[in-house]
């Protein structure tokens, strides 16, 4: 049986196409939106992207800053631990160790992760500039370790809070740079603040004093002397790679004053690890962890502005110091925490100074 075609019949003057007949099905198409409607909705979504770009820049710079307290005080504390506590009394075998860390991990995050562009030393002449560093820098962190033997981290703190002090100082001798009368004059309650924390200080120990305030000054030497020797543009390198370079240097300037004044630390150190395996976690971590303190403070730096990085320093230390007290139970005096408080208050007004200084010299 052959099926016969369907009639299909059309009606004088219309289309089938456009047959109105209730049999039918209409589609609903949509009205296209006025130019404003459609304005206002990419103006709102391009709202909502930026806010979420906002909150997840956010939620990274706070994580980066947890980061870098946490790896700054973490250090602080392991050396304290180790150096004054657990008994081993080597700081400047404890200080190449961090440079071997540091010359490791450094190297390992400029070439493999790529974190920051791989710079190379120039010159002959630059070489020099960058060894003269690691001298100064070998001085001040091995002063910072050994001052932590005879001294709690909360005074060392509160000394380590004057460095603006010693930087001006420095600038002036070296460079002749003046500062304007009120920067100045914002100094003197950074060096009040320590005159009343030291008389004040239970455990002050005189040469943990001396060896705190040169570590101090020796951080404050190599700021002015890095922004000097290292200004032109063929010789300006970020933190990153500086560190690549001055990590090495510096712990072969550091070994063989440690086996010199520390005897065959090496073979010490084997012996304990020996007898208690739970100094080569200790060595390890702190080693890394001092590390983290030079990627951190560069991360902070990158995300954040100069003077949110030296406000968040100045809160670093008293954090630094309450937790100390928390957790190593060194006494405290209530003259001790008014001469710190009026350390960090004298550097933020400092900071506040040198920021209103440079506005008006533009």
């Given at each position: ?21 209730s ?75 961090h ?27 630059q ?38 002090f ?49 570590s ?15 200004t ?23 070994l ?11 073979s ?17 971590g702190n ?53 710190f ?22």
């Open positions: 049986m052959v099926a016969e075609p369907p009639q299909w019949t059309t009606r004088r003057n219309s289309n089938p196409k456009f047959d109105t007949s049999d039918q099905i209409l589609l609903e198409i949509p009205q296209t939106p006025p130019s404003e409607s459609r304005n206002n909705n990419n103006n709102n979504l391009n709202h909502i992207i930026h806010n979420n770009t906002i909150t997840s820049t956010s939620i990274i710079t706070a994580t980066i800053v947890a980061a870098w307290y946490s790896s700054n005080i973490g250090v602080l504390l392991l050396n304290k631990y180790l150096l004054s506590i657990y008994g081993y009394r080597y700081p400047i075998f404890l200080t190449t160790l440079m071997i860390s540091c010359s490791f991990y450094s190297s390992f995050a400029v070439h493999s992760l790529r974190l920051v562009p791989t710079q190379y030393i120039q010159s002959r002449k070489l020099l500039k960058i060894f003269s560093l690691s001298l100064i820098f070998c001085f001040s962190v091995v002063c910072g370790n050994s001052s932590l033997r005879y001294i709690p981290v909360s005074f060392n703190q509160a000394i380590g809070a004057t460095t603006p010693f930087t001006a100082i420095f600038a002036f001798v070296i460079t002749c740079h003046r500062e304007s009368p009120i920067v100045y004059f914002s100094l003197l309650p950074v060096v009040l603040g320590i005159v009343i924390a030291s008389n004040s200080e239970p455990l002050f120990h005189l040469f943990g004093f001396f060896l705190c305030a040169g101090t000054a020796g951080r404050a030497l190599k700021s002015v002397v890095q922004g000097i020797i290292l032109s543009e063929s010789e300006k390198m970020n933190s990153m790679n500086l560190l690549m370079y001055m990590a090495p240097m510096a712990a072969g300037i550091l063989p004053f440690s086996f010199y004044f520390e005897g065959n630390v090496a010490i150190t084997i012996q304990k690890a020996k007898e208690d395996w739970f100094i080569v976690f200790l060595l390890i080693a890394t962890v001092a590390y983290l303190v030079n990627l951190t403070n560069f991360l902070v730096t990158k995300h954040t502005s100069p003077l949110t990085l030296q406000v968040l320093g100045n809160a670093k230390a008293a954090v630094a110091a309450v937790v100390s007290v928390l957790i190593f139970r060194n006494p405290v005096t209530v003259m001790g925490m008014v001469g408080g009026v350390t960090v208050m004298g550097v933020v007004l400092y900071t506040q100074a040198k920021r209103r200084s440079k506005l008006t010299s533009h």
